[in-house]
């Protein structure tokens, strides 16, 4: 089966840095996505990865390695309204979406 | 960027009645929508897959005869719940698709609860 396994909840504190990591089993990969979701509100784009590498967006990067299954949202400069969930998904070789579950991240002061 | 808007943000019904939202894509053409249900502190469960001109893809344990989508044109897609029932009471979110590389852009969502 298809499947993508992220951690369910994650700390943080104001200022620092935090990785969030992903990794997916999907039948076929056409490319990883990383989504912003506040509490009762509407998941937001963050970023797309399709090829090996970094790609940077001002204090957020991802991460992707294709060949082991697995990427990274890097958080800089944390601040209090990054508390959110962050979820990761794939599109598989059928250009279908998998959601992973979603990682909570909670930043205290 | 693309917006997707929703109707209605919040809505309240009784136990039997029909709900209609609406999803629109604003400033775009979306070939595709997807209509999302999520449940208090859970990920996102997609429901179906909507195609411009044709039938809906329902995912696996979604009753098609409860859960109504019409995608009528290129920016306006619609689900209709019939016969709401309590368990009915989510959080619908539809987005819709643009081009490469594919992106999907979220609705604000719209909870609805079934009294």
């Known amino acids: 089966g298809q499947n993508i396994d992220q951690p369910t909840e994650m700390t943080a504190t104001e200022g620092a840095i935090v990785q969030i990591n992903c990794t997916y089993q999907t039948s076929g990969f056409n490319g990883l996505f990383w989504y912003q979701q506040h509490a009762g509100e509407a998941p937001t784009f963050l970023s797309y990865n399709v090829l090996d590498g970094l790609e940077e967006k001002g204090r957020f990067s991802s991460f992707l390695s294709r060949s082991k299954g697995y990427s990274y949202l890097l958080l800089k400069e944390l601040q209090m309204k990054d508390s959110a969930s962050y979820l990761c998904?794939?599109?598989?070789?059928?250009?279908?979406?998998?959601w992973g579950a979603g990682t909570k991240l909670i930043i205290k002061p | 960027g693309a917006v997707v808007s929703q109707h209605p943000s919040r809505v309240i019904c009784k136990s039997g009645t029909s709900v209609k939202i609406e999803c629109r894509s604003l400033d775009f053409q979306a070939t595709t929508m997807f209509w999302y249900r999520q449940f208090p502190k859970q990920s996102l469960m997609l429901m179906a897959t909507?195609?411009?001109?044709?039938?809906?893809?329902?995912e696996q344990g979604v009753e098609k005869d409860k859960f109504l989508i019409n995608h009528a044109s290129l920016t306006l897609s619609t689900l209709t719940v019939t016969s709401a029932h309590p368990e009915d009471s989510s959080f619908y979110i539809c987005?819709?698709?643009?081009?490469?590389?594919?992106?999907?852009?979220f609705g604000p969502g719209t909870r609805l609860t079934v009294t």
């Open positions: 998904a794939v599109r598989d070789g059928n250009y279908q979406l998998i």
């Open positions: 909507s195609n411009e001109g044709s039938k809906a893809t329902y």
């Open positions: 987005s819709a698709e643009t081009g490469e590389p594919y992106e999907q852009y």
